[in-house]
């Protein structure tokens, strides 16, 4: 595969072309030697400045390459692409994985903050769904089943009784058409799918457009967009799992999380919710004030028995219908903090309680809370609790939906 031409940004250009306009004017022919020595010590001062990245931004980077072939015969590609300060984003086109995010910590230090696989068949199997785009739903849907006006749909039981996260062949296991894009708003790709009337039991040819946009003030935005000719349950999020130490550094569990959240929906022994919209007041899922992710989470409290620690639905506290400020989680060694906003009245917060071992990127081992997930949802089992706030797409809509994860440094 060839690589996609480098899109140097306007900066470079005015910078490096700005050193060719300074000297003569055209006809004049007695510019002072006191005046053109000073001119060249600029011109050098300049290129040094550029050279060693303190003068001009960076211009973005798109790259693409070759990542491997499906069992099918599908070929697989890897997207890398920069912003103006250097924050790194590879993401593939099977599943729409982002497969690494390369962020600074204080002394700006860049160290890719996901957890993943270095090749690509450990994404083929890729129980944990490191990366991935999930969907038609994400989350549960109870009993594998739903009624939607009046017909009966079964799906497959992929997660004990019930579905999880689009079930047998989601989303994160197909090949996406992929549309590298560079413009004002940032660089990214574009990912388009249809999935065919009938696919994984769901109604409906659906058509899914996800946006991948990383921006110049080092946020990566996910914007998801869906039309279908029949109605449809649809719950499409991200799943990426975090280490702001650094993928393969320990566990997370003296992360600092916040949770704009003041309510939970609890759930059952197959973590199905009940329906019940509950205060997380005087409970270890009060995250309303930054709590290190371990400092409750062995306590001896029913729903996180259930979970095996955390693996809940977090209400979110909005204000209106713009991306809401969901969730803050800062590591206290390098610095790093995230920050989510979404359009989502949900996110899932996932304290990476089943990983178990699994051989990770650069020969680490991802032990039990190696990693942790901020899911942005609506509630899960929409379909089957009509208390919930509805995922129903119909004939004539659009589902939209925006998520941002703003990465930063603390010192």
Avoid at 9 to 14: D, G, V
Wanted: charged share 20%.
């Amino acid at each position: 595969m060839g690589a996609i031409p480098i899109v140097w940004s306007s900066a470079q250009l005015a910078t490096t072309g700005g050193l060719q306009t300074i000297g003569r004017r055209p006809g004049n022919t007695s510019m002072s030697y006191r005046h053109s020595a000073f001119l060249a010590l600029v011109a050098l001062v300049c290129c040094v400045l550029v050279a060693t990245g303190s003068f001009a931004e960076k211009a973005h980077t798109m790259r693409k390459e070759a990542f491997g072939v499906t069992p099918q015969g599908s070929p697989v590609e890897l997207y890398t692409f920069t912003n103006a300060h250097g924050l790194e984003v590879r993401a593939i086109n099977y599943g729409g994985i982002i497969v690494s995010l390369r962020v600074p910590d204080k002394p700006g230090q860049l160290d890719d903050v996901v957890l993943g696989f270095d090749g690509l068949q450990g994404y083929l199997d890729n129980k944990p769904y490191f990366g991935a785009i999930i969907g038609r739903y994400g989350n549960r849907i109870a009993g594998a089943q739903f009624k939607l006006d009046g017909v009966s749909h079964t799906l497959a039981a992929n997660n004990g009784p019930n579905t999880l996260h689009g079930g047998n062949i989601g989303f994160n296991k197909i090949i996406w058409k992929a549309e590298p894009f560079d413009n004002e708003r940032g660089v990214g790709l574009i990912l388009r799918h249809t999935s065919p009337d009938g696919d994984e039991g769901y109604p409906g040819n659906l058509n899914v457009e996800v946006t991948y946009t990383l921006t110049d003030q080092n946020e990566l935005i996910f914007d998801y967009k869906a039309t279908t000719d029949k109605a449809t349950p649809i719950n499409l999020t991200q799943h990426a799992y975090f280490n702001l130490a650094g993928e393969g550094h320990g566990d997370v569990l003296g992360h600092l999380l916040m949770l704009n959240a003041d309510r939970f929906t609890p759930v059952d022994k197959t973590l199905i919710p009940l329906g019940e919209l509950r205060s997380v007041k005087n409970t270890p899922l009060d995250f309303t004030k930054p709590t290190a992710i371990g400092a409750r989470i062995n306590q001896n409290d029913e729903q996180l028995m259930l979970g095996h620690g955390y693996d809940h639905n977090f209400v979110i506290n909005r204000t209106g219908n713009g991306p809401e400020l969901a969730a803050r989680v800062r590591e206290p060694e390098t610095g790093r903090v995230v920050e989510v906003y979404t359009t989502e009245p949900g996110v899932q917060f996932y304290s990476g309680n089943f990983l178990d071992g699994i051989a990770g990127k650069n020969g680490h081992i991802y032990k039990q809370r190696f990693g942790f997930c901020l899911e942005t949802q609506h509630f899960p089992d929409s379909p089957n609790q009509p208390g919930f706030p509805s995922t129903i797409l119909r004939p004539g809509e659009t589902y939209r939906s925006r998520t941002m994860y703003r990465f930063s440094v603390e010192k």
